[in-house]
């Protein structure tokens, strides 16, 4: 009893100190004036010049870099081999940052590279890009606290549906932050306008990254997850869409394998399709709200797995039975297995392990203890795949 008491004190105190976080955060942000329009294009225009000349200076470095093979070779021990790639290099806000941020770390090495020339012609660049860069990120800075409580009206939009408020503004910040970059004030167009896309993009990724209303077996998601990461990095060396063929290259897959993948997330419905009788409710708002705040679902999952360990243990009397279900849902370190690494372990295939575990289940079914027990399975698995991402970190 006294342990139950001091575990829901436990998550009042979280809860109230969540709460006074983002009351703070939301006060903080509503002092922060909104840009007359003309405010706005005149920054915008000051942040699209400095952004132009950090990406020319950028790119007279990378040249000599790429022309230098002891900076070329600290560049790529430095960066894990990542070629420099001068194409689109003005619109790769990404690699610009990343290549300034090199010269920024490397500064000392950099005076010590021969020949000569070369080291004073970067440090050159690095002095000239220290004189800019300071003006734009504080400009940069301007627009984005202008803009954050929009990315708050988004994200009430959005809550309920298996990410948390905080999570969603932090999602939507970095939406936000990418049209920032993007932005081209000639467009003749209100940047709020612009950014919308952006932080719902953002918004909805997260979403569907944290909480997919249809389960994918783990060793595809897996996969998708490491393609996702190796598309965005060659987009940002690209400066463009990569191929099938670039991504199965980069991955060490082939490219049949790569295009089954992205068959698979083709088949995904926007968050914004309109559904309804009168097409004007977007999907999104038709997903149950599952969020769970972290304290609760994870004493819910120690509670579960503990319960679940001792009962096993009475239940099941096969040894390899009882030792698949344990480490399948996470019941002896802690860490769940997939069934992959628990055939390997094991030496037999994934469906080998689903059937063991499917005859160890069912053998649970008949009598009340074990019909119990069979309950509290499903749900630890429910919870299991729900808060994965979170509870893992």
């Not at 002095?127 to 990120?137: L, R, S």
């Not at 202008?146 to 910040?173: C, M, P």
């Not at 060659?234 to 993948?261: D, F, M, V, W």
């Not at 009168?278 to 579960?304: A, E, G, R, S």
Request: proline share 4%; net charge positive.
């Amino acid at each position: 009893m006294g342990e139950n008491i001091e575990v829901e004190k436990s998550m009042e105190e979280e809860k109230d100190l969540y709460l006074d976080t983002i009351s703070s955060y939301l006060e903080d942000i509503g002092k922060t004036p909104l840009l007359s329009e003309d405010e706005e294009r005149q920054l915008a225009e000051k942040i699209k010049r400095g952004r132009d000349k950090l990406a020319h200076l950028a790119t007279e470095a990378a040249n000599i870099i790429k022309n230098n093979k002891e900076l070329l070779s600290l560049y790529n021990k430095e960066k894990g081999g990542s070629p420099i790639d001068l194409n689109n290099l003005k619109k790769n806000t990404g690699r610009v940052r990343e290549i300034i941020e090199f010269l920024e770390q490397k500064k000392e090495e950099i005076g010590k590279i021969r020949p000569d020339k070369d080291a004073k012609r970067i440090i050159h660049i690095l002095e000239k890009i220290e004189k800019i860069k300071p003006e734009y990120e504080a400009n940069r800075k301007k627009m984005i606290e202008a803009n954050l409580r929009l990315v708050v009206s988004f994200a009430k939009k959005y809550t309920g549906k298996g990410v948390s408020f905080s999570d969603l503004i932090q999602e939507g910040n970095i939406g936000l932050s990418r049209a920032v970059d993007k932005f081209d004030y000639n467009r003749k167009k209100r940047f709020s306008t612009y950014a919308s896309w952006w932080i719902r993009q953002a918004l909805s990724r997260a979403i569907a990254n944290q909480s997919r209303t249809i389960r994918l077996p783990t060793h595809i998601a897996q996969l998708l997850k490491k393609l996702s990461k190796i598309s965005r990095q060659l987009e940002q060396e690209l400066g463009r869409e990569p191929t099938p063929e670039e991504i199965a290259e980069r991955a060490n897959i082939s490219s049949k394998k790569i295009r089954q993948a992205m068959g698979i997330t083709r088949t995904t419905i926007s968050f914004e399709t309109p559904l309804g009788e009168n097409k004007d409710t977007p999907m999104i708002d038709f997903i149950p709200n599952v969020t769970i705040p972290p304290p609760v679902y994870k004493l819910t999952l120690d509670m579960l797995k503990k319960e679940v360990k001792e009962l096993l243990e009475k239940t099941v009397k096969d040894k390899r039975e009882l030792e698949i279900l344990k480490l399948r849902f996470g019941l002896e370190k802690g860490e769940d297995h997939s069934l992959r690494e628990i055939g390997k372990k094991y030496g037999v295939s994934r469906e080998r392990i689903r059937q063991i575990q499917k005859r160890a289940l069912n053998k649970l079914r008949i009598p009340a203890e074990k019909r119990g027990l069979r309950n509290y399975l499903e749900l630890l698995d429910t919870l299991r795949v729900n808060f994965q991402e979170t509870y893992n970190k």
